[in-house]
């Protein structure tokens, strides 16, 4: 038995040998063949990566052309930043220096800024050129600096909608304030009453003064729609103080 | 230098221009409101004399339902109130504290004080802006009989609503109009909201179609009581009997419809005489009887412009009854109605824009406005069943008609919007409303 047992053992240890040979074989060609093509597949999808390292590796070693453009802004910036001021001087350079070698896929972009800014508050001029260079990247950058100059040079310079889509955001909040207000005797539906106020609002949205523009003919109306702007005071923050002009009618004309 | 100087002309610019965008933007526009009550918080009025308890009841009492009939307030509850419930004394120069009137949502805060002695009672009040800081719209007093405190109570919601529009509100106001509530149709007299009703006649004949005297001292009607024919009868306040008027006229036929001019000088009125139906003027006294219309057809319904320039009436000369529109003396009619076969009971609004009247839609009529001109045309009042001789109140924002919705004929008065709606008679027949003027 024990025998019987023995040369069973012994033809399982060798066909497990062979398992193993031809199975490590067959993995050992697979790999191969896989190692093969994946090159081929890593090296299509990895260019797009490459690049983005090499943007920014870029500065130091200048290898690739694309990438030493964005790069070469922010330190000319840096540069000039020294010269009036003393001390900032040596600091920026050796953020830049560590930092940049450390991450190099995206932050370094982000990173050069915040020192920027931090020492560069007087320099308006610098800030526009930085603005004007870099028409993507500016908003960040400009926003913290001068708050509301800068932020509306930006849409107003490049895009523009983008005020008017927060512009008409604000002025459908707005109306839906006023007109909640707005109580009109019944007498006062039927007839053609046009009242135009101007309305001086702080940047927080508080009725400021309110003076009429244009009369109605009935002084109730005309009052009723300064009681309307006054009951939906605060408004919701306007994009920009100052006056705006409210156009009150009633245009059910039963 | 240069560089410090490019930099704050920069800013300089840059901050000229954002300056001028703002100056140049599109007004933001503001229409159609919902309809909307404005709120008012009435303060308990003070009493400055003993025993005026029950006269300041009866007071609030009235003023609660005058600025409810107005349609345009909604009281808030003393409960809600922050502020004290007693009123201040009007000769109290310490300030309102706004705020807290602000604070529970209220457009209006009435305040006063009451003066009641055993013949004599006093109001004084002040309706004050709240959203405009509290600014004063309007101080008024009032002295009356003690009995009267309800009233004085409608007559101070009436001046809150002028405050706020300019036009008193009409619940001290009141309403005329022919009933069969006691058996016969006679004329009968009750406040705008239905309150006070009273038989003004009871002579047992057929009485129809009264018409306030501007001053509101006076009804003219028709009644059939002089030998059972239509005639001109004139009911004054103060006196027992009412007479019947123009009785020195030349008419051999039936008088209908005597209608005052704004000036309560003359009256239009319709007269038939051998097949022919036409409007005429005359003195109140009976003299310069003037035929405005000559016309073979059916000319009736006679309704003064406010400015006592113009006359709308009706006449079947193209063949259905239709709105027309002439001046006072008989000059330059013209067609004013095109929609509809079967337009009549004109009322002209007493600020002149609209003339109300009564249009047949599928075998019963509707109440419509038109525009003098005949221009604009628009549905007031429809409803499956007959809605009928309209009658403005004086502010012109209210309209009262009979309509037979409820089987019955029965008052019921509107806004001029439509909303508001409220029947105010109850039982018999009740027709032919005319709104009277304001009272003081």
């Not at chain 2, 004599?120 to 509290?134: H, I, Y």
Request: glycine share 8%; with cysteine.
């Amino acid at each position: 038995m024990d025998a019987v047992l023995e040369t069973w053992e012994v033809q399982r240890q060798r066909q497990y040998r062979r398992f193993v040979g031809f199975s490590a074989g067959v993995h050992l060609i697979a790999a191969l063949l896989f190692l093969a093509s994946p090159n081929w597949r890593s090296a299509q999808r990895l260019p797009g990566v490459v690049r983005i390292d090499l943007v920014a590796v870029a500065p130091p070693a200048a290898v690739r052309r694309p990438a030493p453009k964005p790069k070469a802004v922010p330190k000319p910036k840096v540069a000039p930043k020294p010269k009036p001021k003393v001390k900032p001087v040596p600091k920026p350079p050796v953020v830049d220096k560590k930092v940049l070698p450390k991450d190099p896929v995206a932050k370094p972009t982000p990173k050069p800024p915040p020192p920027a800014p931090v020492e560069e508050v007087m320099e308006y001029e610098d800030v526009m050129a930085q603005l004007r260079k870099n028409a993507k990247e500016d908003f960040p950058e400009a926003a913290p600096q001068l708050a509301s100059p800068a932020a509306r040079v930006g849409p107003a310079g490049g895009p523009g909608r983008l005020i008017s889509a927060e512009e008409a955001a604000w002025r459908e909040r707005v109306r839906a304030f006023v007109l909640r207000g707005w109580v009109l005797a019944p007498g006062f539906r039927s007839q053609a009453l046009v009242t135009t106020v101007d309305v001086r609002l702080s940047a927080s949205g508080d009725v400021m003064d309110t003076r009429v523009v244009q009369r109605s003919g009935n002084p109730w109306y005309d009052e009723s729609v300064e009681r309307a702007i006054q009951k939906a005071a605060p408004l919701p923050a306007p994009p920009e103080s100052g006056s705006w002009q409210f156009r009150f009618s009633p245009t059910d004309l039963r | 230098m240069m560089r410090g100087f490019a930099s704050a002309l920069l800013i300089a610019l840059l901050l000229s221009a954002s300056g001028s965008s703002a100056q140049g933007r599109a007004p933001i526009e503001i229409i159609n409101p919902r309809d909307r009550t404005l709120k008012v918080a009435v303060q308990r009025f003070a009493q400055t004399s003993r025993g005026a308890e029950r006269v300041s009841q009866e007071l609030a009492a009235g003023l609660r339902s005058g600025l409810d009939f107005s349609g345009m307030f909604t009281e808030i509850r003393e409960q809600a109130f922050l502020g004290p419930v007693e009123s201040p004394r009007l000769d109290d120069r310490r300030p309102v504290s706004c705020d807290r009137w602000r604070q529970i949502g209220a457009d209006a805060l009435v305040q006063g004080e009451v003066q009641a002695s055993a013949d004599a009672v006093r109001v004084r009040f002040r309706v004050l802006d709240v959203a405009r800081g509290c600014k004063s719209l309007k101080r008024n007093q009032f002295d009356a009989k003690p009995n009267q405190a309800g009233r004085i109570g409608k007559a101070v919601a009436d001046d809150v609503v002028a405050a706020f529009t300019g036009r008193p509100g009409v619940s001290d106001t009141e309403i005329t109009f022919a009933s069969t509530r006691g058996g016969n149709k006679e004329i009968h007299v009750m406040d705008a909201d239905g309150h006070k009703l009273r038989a003004a006649t009871r002579n047992r004949s057929i009485n129809s179609f009264p018409d306030w005297s501007p001053d509101g001292s006076s009804i003219a009607y028709t009644s059939y009581r002089y030998r059972n024919r239509p005639a001109l009868f004139l009911l004054t306040r103060g006196r027992r009997s009412p007479g019947r008027i123009l009785r020195n006229m030349k008419a051999t036929g039936a008088i209908y419809r005597g209608t005052f001019s704004p000036d309560g000088n003359r009256l239009a009125l319709v007269m038939s005489d051998h097949g022919a139906t036409d409007i005429f003027t005359v003195g109140k006294g009976g003299a310069g009887l003037r035929n405005l219309t000559r016309h073979r057809a059916i000319d009736i319904s006679p309704a003064w412009s406010p400015d006592g320039r113009r006359i709308a009436f009706v006449s079947d000369r193209t063949g259905s009854p239709q709105l027309y529109v002439m001046g006072s003396d008989g000059s330059g009619a013209r067609r004013i109605s095109y929609n509809g076969s079967y337009n009549t009971a004109p009322s002209w609004s007493p600020d002149g824009q609209w003339i109300a009247y009564e249009s047949r839609v599928g075998g019963q009529f509707d109440i419509w406005l038109i525009d003098p001109e005949g221009r604009s045309n628009v549905p007031l009042i429809s409803h499956g069943r007959s809605d009928e001789h309209p009658s403005w109140a004086p502010d012109s924002r209210k309209l009262a008609f009979a309509s037979t919705r409820r089987g019955r004929a029965d008052i019921y008065v509107v806004d001029v919007n439509g909303d508001n709606l409220r029947r105010i008679t109850n039982g018999g027949e009740n027709t032919n409303p005319d709104w009277g003027p304001y009272r003081r």
